[in-house]
């Protein structure tokens, strides 16, 4: 009697719906969103519960904080409990934005206007800022290889998710919740890194152990993580590499701002690009996401949009029918050494 009613309470447990959440119809990892509808489409549907998404921040790291205010502030709508971490803005700072409309998975919010405060106030809230947790003569000292900035910081996750109920090892008879932590621009020299100025990949030890730390305590608990990354910063490859492999999902942003690409007439009607660096593997052995390629950013209506990265029109389907003709002639020249069969005035399918 005592098993069968240790099997009905955990399935009991197991049909709760978490709030803000989704089962991923590919390997049904649970998935919540990262605030970008068009992100949580690339990335496979959303972020996984359990996992790190890290993103390389632009070079005026603008876009990159703005990504990391969408995941808050969809915890926020979301009734998630929220962890910031920042040791150059004050979390509170980064809590700014605001929602305008609204969805079941994955809402918009309005860039240029900033969240009520009564709706700030509506969440559970823990704020790490590194001057205020850290004396400045130990946020570099080291501590097993980790400098004491780190220690801290992975201290004040572990004890939040252990007292608040987010350990996913012991059972939870109330009703479940997830934690949204949001590290900003970690690495930088504000937490005591100097990355930039080495090349041993030695000197990365203490980031890389880090994120080795944190993605074990991820994986155990109701929780997920976006980090921003100063990776312009990051010279040696081998250091960035390690980063990357410690990490579940990565992107990258390039702006246009500092790049010649924006005079370039192709990227007139976008912001910047983003890469896709990596993607999870999650109980499978290959990972099925839609197609990354050729991927740009803007802020289209006040709002952050992925879009594919398309042609101008006189370069695409909206070309003139003399192109076309003249399309239909080469077709034709080249008939012989293609093996094709393009007579007359007939067009090509592409």
Not at 295 to 314: N, Q, S, V
Request: glycine share 8%; net charge positive.
């Amino acid at each position: 009697m005592a098993s069968c009613s240790g099997t009905s309470f955990q399935r009991k447990i197991r049909s709760q719906r978490v709030p803000g959440t989704r089962p991923s119809l590919r390997n049904g990892q649970l998935l919540l969103s990262t605030g970008v509808p068009s992100l949580d489409y690339i990335i496979g549907g959303g972020l996984a519960v359990g996992t790190l998404l890290l993103i390389e921040e632009d070079s005026y790291e603008s876009y990159s904080r703005m990504l990391l205010k969408y995941f808050l502030a969809e915890g926020i709508v979301s009734g998630h409990s929220l962890f910031i971490a920042s040791a150059k803005d004050h979390p509170e700072e980064i809590l700014q934005t605001a929602l305008t409309s609204s969805s079941r998975f994955g809402h918009y919010y309005n860039v240029s206007k900033t969240m009520s405060t009564e709706l700030q106030q509506s969440v559970k809230f823990h704020g790490f800022f590194l001057p205020d947790e850290v004396p400045l003569d130990l946020a570099v000292t080291d501590c097993g290889n980790m400098n004491f900035g780190y220690v801290k910081l992975l201290r004040s996750i572990q004890r939040v998710i252990r007292e608040e109920g987010f350990d996913g090892v012991c059972p939870q008879i109330k009703q479940r919740n997830i934690l949204r932590i949001g590290i900003h621009s970690l690495g930088s020299l504000l937490w005591g890194e100097d990355i930039d100025v080495h090349e041993n990949p030695k000197h990365a030890c203490g980031l890389t152990k880090f994120l080795y730390a944190l993605r074990g305590l991820l994986r155990t608990s109701l929780s997920a993580c976006v980090i921003t990354v100063p990776a312009y910063l990051i010279q040696n490859k081998a250091i960035m590499d390690r980063v990357v492999k410690l990490s579940d999902t990565v992107i990258g942003l390039e702006s246009f701002n500092v790049s010649e690409r924006e005079s370039n007439p192709l990227y007139k009607d976008y912001h910047g690009l983003l890469h896709v660096r990596q993607i999870p593997r999650l109980n499978s052995l290959i990972c099925e996401v839609p197609d990354t390629k050729d991927l740009a950013f803007k802020l289209k209506r006040k709002m952050f949009t992925i879009e594919r990265l398309h042609l101008p029109p006189d370069l695409s389907d909206t070309v003139s029918r003399s192109s076309k003709q003249n399309l239909a002639e080469s077709a034709k020249l080249l008939s012989t050494g293609c093996g094709g069969a393009a007579r007359g005035k007939e067009h090509l399918d592409f």
